[in-house]
């Protein structure tokens, strides 16, 4: 089946602002796209690090905020967070947000999570790197339990509680959830506890050799899960369809920082599926 197209950091530079967010999530939708995956950073290294993705005065709107306020200009996109970094976020309050999210958007939310690599940010926002991902692990559960639990409880390492509830809960029984990151550990995480992996700037080469990796651990577990790429080129019919051939089952493009509104849009409008060969939502 050709894969769908998805637009990435509908939350950033010119999108990160009223206007632009709406106009952004509005062509994006009417022209087929199947997704918006919002970038998630709480805080940027100031001065900037090599490490660092973005330099510390770069507009980025927050992943939920953004994505509720799509919610309120689009009918049918999926709203996924592209991801969000979830060690750094209290679990309770987030699983709040995100069935707020569900909700709102009538059930169209897709959990995308990842363990984070920016120490700085993590130091800053009180989170040890070491241990992160079975953080992340530990809190997903816990956010399950206050999804779908009759009666949520959950007592681990690093939450811990009980005779407590939220409403309402998510539409989707259950969020679909995607976990990010281009590793190993990574695609055990994915097959784990996810419905889907995301790689990020991955070429063709670089993806085959991820997808070898997730499909070694999907072996071992049976299941078969939705792959997302972000590409490291520029998309043409010829490589939508060398990434489908790989497995693909969606690519996530991502604009050029820092570009104006009518750049951006135009980015958007080159990118549709209808004019890559993809498979047009709506």
Avoid: C
């Amino acid at each position: 089946m050709d894969p769908t197209i998805g637009l990435h950091a509908p939350n950033g530079y010119a999108a990160a602002g009223r206007d632009g967010a709406a106009r952004v999530a509005a062509l994006a939708e009417r022209l087929g796209y199947d997704s918006l995956w919002a970038a998630d950073h709480v805080v940027l290294p100031s001065p900037r690090t090599e490490s660092s993705p973005l330099d510390p005065d770069a507009p980025l709107l927050d992943p939920l905020v953004a994505l509720a306020f799509a919610a309120a200009h689009t009918t049918r996109i999926r709203l996924a967070t592209g991801v969000v970094i979830l060690p750094q976020r209290d679990p309770l309050v987030l699983a709040k947000q995100l069935a707020s999210v569900d909700v709102l958007s009538d059930g169209r939310l897709i959990f995308g999570l990842g363990i984070g690599y920016l120490e700085p940010e993590l130091r800053a926002l009180g989170v040890p790197p070491d241990g992160r991902g079975q953080r992340a692990e530990e809190y997903l559960a816990a956010m399950r339990a206050l999804w779908e639990s009759p009666e949520p409880a959950f007592h681990g390492r690093f939450v811990d509680f009980a005779k407590v509830d939220a409403h309402p809960r998510p539409l989707q029984r259950p969020v679909p959830v995607v976990v990010g990151g281009n590793s190993a550990a990574a695609h055990r995480r994915a097959v784990r506890v996810a419905d889907g992996w995301y790689g990020w700037m991955l070429g063709l080469r670089a993806t085959a050799a991820q997808l070898d990796s997730l499909r070694a651990a999907e072996q071992e577990t049976g299941r078969r899960l939705h792959v997302s790429i972000t590409p490291a080129r520029r998309l043409d019919r010829e490589t939508v369809r060398a990434y489908a051939e790989l497995g693909v089952d969606r690519l996530v493009v991502t604009p050029p920082p820092g570009l104006p509104l009518s750049d951006l849009e135009r980015f958007v409008e080159e990118n549709a599926p209808a004019r890559l060969g993809a498979r047009v939502v709506g």
